[in-house]
């Protein structure tokens, strides 16, 4: 896998429209694509105007396990926070 291997950078954005590789694995319902770069530090927290989310795209495309993978992120995520807070 090319982002492991090089090094890149998961959360690049294309020129053209600002997406990232998340978004656009979210888009076409990559479910391996997604836990990968997931798994490499991409960020699910962003905000690019008037485009969707990754969470957006997948719901919107129907992408079911797609979803599942980004709320289980999303949650560990909160947890994390949350935890942090405590402290």
């Known amino acids: 896998f090319l982002i492991e291997q090089a090094g890149a950078d998961v959360n690049a954005t294309d020129l053209l429209e600002g997406r ?3 978004d656009w694995a979210c888009y076409v319902g990559s479910v391996e694509v997604v ?3 997931l798994k490499a530090g991409a960020t699910v927290y962003r905000s690019r105007g008037d485009q969707w989310t990754a969470l957006e795209a997948a719901t919107r495309f ?26």
């Open 20 to 22: 990232s590789v998340l």
């Open 35 to 37: 836990k990968r770069l």
């Open 62 to 87: 129907k992408h079911v396990e797609v979803v599942r993978v980004l709320e289980a992120r999303l949650a560990w995520l909160r947890q994390g926070l949350e935890a942090g807070c405590e402290s």
